[in-house]
């Protein structure tokens, strides 16, 4: 079936940094949607996106829907310990959802 | 505010026992889905309903069932647990936009000795 492939899988990175993390799909996705999982939670959504090329900035994250709407990349900056979690992209295709298998962020204070 | 909710949190019970797991939306959506979470595979899908009365397989139903009778509540039932049933369950819920995004429930944190 399809599948949202994610990347990368974990990150290691200090205080301060920029992150940034992509989502792709062999398949064309109308919306995709970022969740942050934090440990013994349910995932949060963070962003929406709704068409292609949409750049969309919640806080310190931004994320873009790609021209060719099989791909879409999530961007944190200037990062803070409380950013540790999981990072899921999502897209919903044909009424079924399509979630990426995560990244998982760690900061270092 | 609207919230989903999900009960017990954690729940610990024996094999062959019938187990039922609740959830609760208060965004009157009329969208809901059970998942779960184990390592090595993300989240997957359970059972899913569009609707009161409405009720589809999701890719991993075998050995779960859910009834929709109103549109706040998806319980899920486990009919007699097993050890691979062991899990994380994440509930969500939907407006019935199609391409929505989905709002998920705390989690509930099952183990089958």
């Known amino acids: 079936g399809q599948q949202l492939n994610q990347s990368p899988q974990s990150m290691f990175i200090q205080e301060g940094e920029d992150v940034s993390m992509n989502c792709t799909s062999s398949s064309i996705f109308n919306t995709w949607l970022w969740y942050k999982q934090d440990p013994g939670e349910g995932p949060v959504l963070l962003i929406a996106l709704y068409k292609a090329g949409e750049l969309t900035s919640n806080g310190r994250l931004t994320a873009q829907f790609g021209i060719t709407r099989k791909d879409s990349f999530l961007n944190i900056s200037a990062s803070i310990p409380s950013d540790v979690g999981i990072y899921f992209c999502?897209?919903?295709?044909?009424?079924?959802?399509?979630f990426g298998s995560g990244t998982k962020l760690n900061v270092k204070p | 505010d609207a919230e989903i909710t999900q009960s017990p949190r954690h729940k610990i019970t024996e094999t062959g026992r019938q187990v039922t797991l609740a959830c609760h939306q208060t965004w009157n959506h009329n969208n809901m889905f059970w998942y779960r979470q184990d390592l090595g595979h993300g989240l997957r899908l359970i059972h899913y309903?569009?609707?009161?009365?409405?009720?589809n397989k999701g890719e991993v139903s075998d050995g779960y069932s859910v009834s929709r009778s109103n549109t706040e509540d998806l319980p899920l039932t486990l009919e007699s647990a097993a050890s691979s049933q062991t899990s994380v369950y994440f509930c969500?819920?939907?407006?019935?936009?199609?391409?929505?995004?989905?709002?998920f429930g705390p989690g509930t944190r099952l183990t089958v000795t």
């Open positions: 999502a897209g919903p295709n044909f009424n079924k959802f399509y």
């Open positions: 969500a819920s939907s407006t019935g936009t199609r391409g929505s995004e989905q709002y």
């Open positions: 309903s569009y609707g009161v009365q409405d009720t």
